[in-house]
């Protein structure tokens, strides 16, 4: 935060009071250099990721340019037009300009793949002046004339990095293609990859550059530790951890969807109000489900990485990861969960013998050691660990190859990572000699590549 104010920046009146409603004191770091770059009209590249700000960071300005002088949109049209790459960052960017914009007189649309077209197909007839969509059912009611995108005045393409990596970008070119060429243009995205650095070139000009908290300065924010654990053990410590009523909003996030159903199913057994979130559920079931974690009725939402991409829900206390991504980037983005707009979270790690690999991967990322704590869940003979691993085969559990593993670089017991207290004992599971040898972290070849893109096909 900065002692500017947004009033200093250029933010006319009816935005101002919106503001000051959601007690948005002072403009965060990104939305100070946006906000004058955007209202004097030129295009914007930003490398940051969710809880920085950018939605108001774009937000503001667009509202301002499209209620000057404002015209009625036209049938069909849109005059600003907003990509995101998943289902729910659209609804919440939205949802944003709803509340930024709510003394103005805006209309909006929402446009999302995996619900039926005809309502958006009814909204869009007397067209809108801010449109949020998914890259997929947009071009397809483009082709279908449903919409048309020959007005477009403002374009904002957010998450860019993530529309490469979900198989979007050749719909996002392709809607690039109807735009007029004389428009503004604004790019997001968390990482710049080659592919991004061209995007950019084809869609910006002359573009203001702002970058703001690297990736491994959320981590800073975030206290983090990291339990040694057998797989078939997670969800006893998870269950153990949860006695601490200061876990009170947490976010557990699981590398696949049915380890999300089934940690969720988990929980609630055991009477922890849990909600799974993933890229097989309906929009509608995606939707309540958040809503019932930010309502507080679920004090536990079990997500995989795809779906809690870019979910901005205040005050998650933890963030717990069951299983440790395949990327560390992502370690990066879940633990951002927690620590949102500059706040402090704490974020806890289990990790599997099999995850070892992973897990250096992710402190390369992070450029720091995570403080390994002990728990004092009962070792699991040999026998215990072979019957659960049979329980598992049974289920349909896929495995990778064993392999023999050599410690890391831990040791056990280096102290407490902060904020979860009761589950203490042994040491380091790290030389356990029963670890389990299974799952060795990497996906079969099969499934490289294709999951991302299926779970939350827009
Ligand atoms: P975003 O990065 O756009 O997802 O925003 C992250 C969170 O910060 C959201 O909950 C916003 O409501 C909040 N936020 C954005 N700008 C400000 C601000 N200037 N002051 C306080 N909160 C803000």
Not at 234 to 243: F, N
Not at 278 to 302: D, I, T, W
Not at 307 to 326: K, M, T, Y
Not at 399 to 419: A, E, Q, T, V
Request: glycine letters at 10%.
């Amino acid at each position: 935060m900065t002692d500017l104010t947004f009033a200093g920046l250029g933010v006319a009146e009816p935005i101002l009071r919106a503001l000051a409603q959601e007690n948005y004191t002072h403009p965060t770091p990104i939305q100070t250099r946006a906000i004058p770059a955007l209202l004097a009209g030129r295009d914007l590249l930003g490398i940051a990721q969710t809880g920085t700000g950018k939605t108001a960071a774009f937000g503001l300005p667009l509202l301002q340019k499209l209620s000057v002088g404002h015209v009625p949109p036209r049938p069909k049209e849109a005059k600003a037009l907003i990509l995101a790459p998943t289902r729910e960052l659209a609804v919440q960017i939205d949802e944003s300009l709803r509340t930024y914009g709510r003394f103005l007189n805006l209309k909006r649309a929402v446009i999302l793949g995996g619900v039926s077209q005809n309502p958006q197909v009814n909204t869009m007839r007397g067209g809108v002046d801010i449109l949020v969509a998914t890259p997929g059912r947009l071009l397809d009611l483009v082709q279908q004339r449903h919409i048309r995108l020959d007005a477009v005045q403002v374009l904002v393409l957010d998450e860019a990095d993530r529309m490469f990596d979900m198989g979007f970008i050749r719909d996002v070119r392709k809607i690039v293609g109807y735009l007029p060429k004389e428009r503004q243009s604004m790019l997001f995205s968390a990482t710049m990859p080659d592919d991004v650095v061209k995007l950019v070139g084809d869609v910006l000009s002359n573009p203001e550059r702002v970058e703001v908290a690297p990736q491994s300065k959320t981590a800073d924010r975030v206290t983090q530790s990291l339990y040694y654990v057998p797989m078939p053990q997670k969800r006893q410590l998870l269950s153990a951890l949860l006695k601490d009523v200061s876990l009170n909003r947490v976010i557990v996030f699981t590398r696949t969807k049915h380890g999300a159903n089934r940690v969720a199913e988990h929980l609630s057994k055991t009477g922890v109000p849990a909600e799974a979130i993933h890229g097989n559920k309906s929009q509608n079931a995606r939707q309540r489900a958040l809503e019932n974690f930010r309502g507080g009725k679920a004090r536990v939402l079990v997500a995989t990485d795809i779906a809690a991409r870019g979910l901005d829900i205040d005050d998650v206390s933890h963030v717990i990861n069951f299983e440790l991504p395949q990327e560390p980037e992502s370690y990066v983005h879940r633990i951002g969960r927690t620590a949102r707009a500059g706040g402090d979270g704490i974020a806890i790690s289990f990790c599997d013998q099999s995850e070892r690999g992973l897990l250096r991967d992710i402190e390369r990322v992070i450029r720091m050691k995570i403080t390994v704590v002990p728990h004092d869940l009962p070792e699991l003979t040999p026998e215990e660990l072979k019957a659960v691993e049979e329980r598992r085969q049974a289920h349909g559990h896929r495995h990778g190859k064993p392999r023999n593993h050599h410690g890391g670089g831990h040791k056990g017991g280096l102290g407490h990572g902060g904020g979860h207290k009761g589950v203490h004992g042994h040491g380091d599971q790290a030389g356990h000699p029963q670890a389990p040898k299974k799952r060795n972290g990497s996906r079969p070849h099969w499934k490289r590549g294709g999951d991302k893109k299926r779970e939350n096909a827009a």
